[in-house]
């Protein structure tokens, strides 16, 4: 069993754009900025934001947070958004989700200049990965198809099983497992809270990529002999003996299923650590405007 | 077993809207106008562009057919596509493809206007889709949503395995299939040329969505009792018996296929008609402006 270690892979790609920015001051060019709009207090989103922010150091980013208030209007979040579209001298952006309910997020999200688009939620992004263009992948998916590619990981003919569609994770893996290339084509099955018979699909899977969000749901006797495992999940389960008062863990019954996997993201330190990872590279990649008309 | 009546469904489709534009017609409205452009002399663009030309005539709609030259450059092409964009007595219009090889087709595509991409081709329009936003549906699938609406097959918590995974057929087919809603919430299997095991996957089935363009692919003993088959494939083999010296035939063994299959379409009258209907309610929506921001 190979763990596939998510937060060596992730610090690998964090040098590797330290060097590229590096090269970038020494040639005298403007290094990649990154900006994260949060509207209100939610705590774990200003974690996440801040997060971001420390990550943009690391790498020598520059970075801007933008807070608004928790009565932000809509409006005005979309007044900021042109100035964000506008500022020449942003690359990417992020709009910190969830928004307080006053605020569409779909117009929102339709609203970010899709080549500032560094989290790929624009529907424009969304659909050039659907129809094999080049464009910006969301950092989840984009970082599990880094760890499969950087672990080397055979994709091509293999049965992916995919849990959960949500638009961030379910979704876009479903359709990039399925593209032609590597890591991709697969023969991809999309299973979701209306899906009858799991464990039957789940136990003729190659590989298996959990985004469920219940702690311990694929179980050993789920999954077949040598199976790939992507667990996505990530909950956090209340526990007076740990300092933060919680300990965090997957969808994955990971000491059983371990024991039968060929590969195997722990959680933490898998997915995790990756998706900040991507989203920085998306910045890179906004700034060197590789995917502008 | 019964049959989807694609022939039948596309003419109620078609007198529905000849209805709807009567009705624009009582109230002084501006009745839908689609524009059609070809470029060079290819014999089945010709016939599939005509056919869209007199659909528009049989339910009341203006229509424009652009000719233009085998050598038209790119820059012309997209000279023209921005005319239509801007001419707002054109509330939709299609690019018939295969386009010249001196053209980019990916390029030709992203030019046009995504709130007159009746075709539902653009990437804005795909990834809203993908996103279960209100858009514009391929044409092809879009028929295929309605045939199954139309007879009232259920899709909920079934297992819908679609072969090929075209741009617009199999891919779009296997998104929408695993949307929330009806028809929809199906587990999605998207099944291509690398996939290794498809007798397995596809005796596995419920619903079984083939675009392969292979004549008498699925073969019964590949299904299972009281499947429900839907035939995209339409090839031409050459036939000196016919007076048009070829017939038409999909990816299906009719013949033994239907006598275990619950529904199924046939080919020709299946899932072909359809998509000129969808062409025509795309249409009819562009008029209305429905998906405009």
């Known amino acids: 069993m190979v763990l596939l270690d998510g937060k ?17 001051k020494a040639n005298g060019e403007k290094v990649p900025h990154l900006a994260a709009v949060i509207v209100g ?60 309910k006053q605020i569409d997020t779909q117009r929102v999200l339709m609203a970010v200049n899709p080549d500032k688009d560094v989290d790929g939620f624009h529907p424009t992004n969304f659909g050039k990965m659907a129809l094999d263009m080049s464009t910006f992948i969301p950092a ?24 959960g569609r949500s638009h961030i994770v379910g979704r876009p893996m479903s359709i990039l497992m399925g593209r032609k290339g590597f ?30 969000g219940v702690p311990g749901f694929l179980k ?21 003996t740990k300092t933060k008062g919680y300990y965090i863990t997957g969808d994955v019954d990971f000491e059983n299923v371990s024991k039968k996997a060929s590969y195997i993201t722990p959680v933490p330190g898998g997915v995790g650590p990756m998706t900040i990872a991507m989203l920085l ?13």
Chains 1, 2 share one sequence.
């Open 8 to 24: 060596k892979i992730s610090n690998d790609i964090k040098d590797e754009i330290t060097e590229e920015v590096k090269k970038m």
């Open 41 to 100: 207090n939610d705590g774990a989103s200003l974690t996440y934001v801040g997060s971001k922010v420390r990550a943009c150091e690391r790498v020598g980013f520059e970075s801007t947070m933008v807070r608004m208030s928790n009565t932000t209007s809509e409006v005005e979040l979309l007044d900021k958004i042109h100035e964000l579209n506008d500022n020449d001298d942003i690359d990417g952006f992020i709009i910190q989700l969830p928004l307080p």
């Open 140 to 163: 989840t998916p984009f970082g599990i198809l880094e760890l499969l590619e950087r672990y080397g990981v055979e994709t091509r003919g293999k049965h992916t099983v995919v849990i």
């Open 183 to 212: 890591p991709g084509n697969s023969t991809v099955t999309l299973t979701h809270s209306q899906t009858k018979n799991i464990n039957q699909i789940t136990s003729q899977a190659d590989i298996i990529i959990s985004a469920l």
């Open 220 to 240: 050993a006797e789920m999954v077949k002999d040598d199976v790939v495992i992507i667990d996505v999940g990530i909950t956090r389960v209340p526990d007076e």
């Open 281 to 293: 590279k998306n910045t890179l990649l906004a700034r060197e405007n590789k995917f502008r008309k």
